[in-house]
T-cell receptor, first 112, second 110 residues
């Protein structure tokens, strides 16, 4: 059964460093999403991406964040200069229609 | 503001009990989703509903669009059902991004 994959599963980085989180969505999907979950809190929407551009983004998704679909298969989230409060689990999701999303296993980002 | 409210936050049940988790939402939706999150963190989609009722094995999900309310039921609960159950809605007004509830942490005791 097709699934969304994410790498790495755990990333440890120092404050101020750039990180790139990678996702491989399900191959025929058209809609892509990033969410984050700070430990002990609810999952929060970051950004949605369709037709090679951002369709919606939340207040969390500020200038430090960017997304890209560099090669038609990967979907990446870049954090330019990480802060301690960026430590969270980051989930990628993809959808073939607008309504049903399939989630990846998540990348746990730890900023020290 | 919380677009999605769940109750209870925590639930402990004896194996075999019938379990109900409730979800209320305040935004217009295109669909409501019940998700399961295991201790390792991964999220699995259980149901997507826009009306009525769906059943999958021992899990049943219902939605009342007029009342903006949904319930997730687990019949004959088992310790392996222990997880966090999350209600999420997708809203057509905001690109169908998900709004998530805070989750219900379920523990089923043998």
């Amino acid at each position: 059964e097709p699934e969304v994959t994410q790498t790495p599963s755990h990333q440890v980085t120092q404050m101020g460093q750039e990180v790139i989180l990678r996702c491989v969505p399900i191959s025929n999907h058209l809609y892509f999403y990033w969410y984050r979950q700070i430990l002990g809190q609810k999952v929060e929407f970051l950004v949605s991406f369709y037709n090679n551009e951002i369709s919606e983004k939340s207040e969390i998704f500020d200038d430090q964040f960017s997304v890209e679909r560099p090669d038609g298969s990967n979907f990446t989230l870049k954090i330019r200069s990480t802060k301690l409060e960026d430590s969270a689990m980051y989930f990628c999701a993809s959808a073939g229609t607008k309504y049903e999303q399939y989630f990846g296993p998540g990348t746990r980002l730890t900023v020290t | 503001k919380n677009e999605v409210e769940q109750s209870p936050q925590n639930l402990t049940a004896q194996e075999g009990e019938f379990i109900t988790i409730n979800c209320s939402y305040s935004v217009g939706i295109s669909a409501l989703h019940w998700l399961q999150q295991h201790p390792g963190g991964g999220i699995v989609s259980l149901f997507m509903l826009s009306s009525g009722k769906k059943k999958h094995g021992r899990l049943i999900a219902t939605i009342n669009i007029q009342e903006k309310h949904s319930s997730l039921h687990i019949t004959a609960s088992h310790p392996r059902d222990s997880a966090v159950y999350i209600c999420a809605v997708s809203s057509p007004n905001t690109g169908n991004q998900f709004y998530f509830g805070t989750g219900t942490s379920l523990t089923v005791i043998p």
